[in-house]
């Protein structure tokens, strides 16, 4: 009996450091995008949860020691951020240009962050300061992303994909609900009164100052991805003859 548990515990190991790492299931051709779309499909999981043989970190939830926005009159600080919705997120378009060596990816999710911050200066003109926490809540954003790279050969001779950068929009398509704590160190009137200036203007508020919060997440998915696309050779990845 001892011998049977033993055995099935040992399997149950196996199978879960092979599910931990993300795995090419087919190959595809370069211009077969549905193929492409539903390979990263596939990977999501494996490659949001952090790929242990690589070190790669984890992106949901996604940490984020320090962050800054100083945009159009306001200066917030963000530390401690977390971030949750990369591993949930919905794959709609991806290809390879392989002349102009571009990866093209466009994917939508819902985002959550959490955060302790401290804010001072004008919001869309009008004056605010706090210190607190604060959540924000984005439903159904939308990534279009342009991730140039190089062909190289790894260790082995073997040609595979070198991400150099990245590109990308944004495109928040639903609501986007904001809430601090403390707003003018706890003036409940300025508070509601600003919570409700924020939360009309939801969209403008979004695009004009989300960007250096999504520069940060968009390196470190793009580190991710180039550390996994450097342990795969192109001969796996891609069709060439047929």
């Known amino acids: 009996m001892r011998a ?27 211009w077969d995008s549905g193929c492409l779309a539903r390979q990263i499909q596939i990977n999501v999981p494996s490659l949001v949860s952090g790929i242990s043989k690589l070190g790669t970190e984890v992106l949901d939830p996604m940490r984020i020691d320090h962050g ?9 600080d963000l530390t401690n951020a977390v971030i949750r919705g ?33 804010a001072g200066g004008r919001l869309l003109g009008a004056p605010i300061v706090g ?15 342009h991730l140039p790279f190089d062909i190289v050969n790894d260790a082995r001779g073997r040609a595979v994909i070198e991400l150099k950068g990245i590109q990308y929009r944004l495109n928040f398509k639903d609501n986007v609900r904001f809430d601090l ?8 009137g300025l508070s509601d009164s600003m919570h409700h200036f924020i939360n009309s203007n939801w969209r403008v508020v979004s695009d004009t100052y989300s960007r250096p919060i999504f520069d940060i997440a968009q390196e470190k998915l793009l580190n991710v991805l180039r550390s996994y696309l450097l342990t795969q050779p192109l001969e796996n990845m891609f069709n060439f003859f047929n």
């Open 131 to 145: 210190d607190g926490n604060i959540r924000i809540v984005a439903k159904n954003v939308l990534i279009e992303a």
């Open 181 to 188: 704590s403390n707003l003018f160190h706890g003036n409940k």
């Open 68 to 76: 800054v926005i100083d945009l159009a009159g306001l200066k917030m």
């Open 86 to 118: 990369y591993g949930s997120a919905v794959v709609d378009r991806a290809s390879v240009d392989p002349i102009s060596r571009y990866l093209y990816l466009v994917y939508h999710t819902d985002i959550t962050i959490d955060s302790a911050y401290n």
């Open 4 to 30: 049977v548990v033993y055995s099935l515990l040992f399997a149950m190991q196996i199978s879960f450091i092979y599910s931990s790492n993300p795995q090419i299931y087919s190959r595809c051709k370069f």
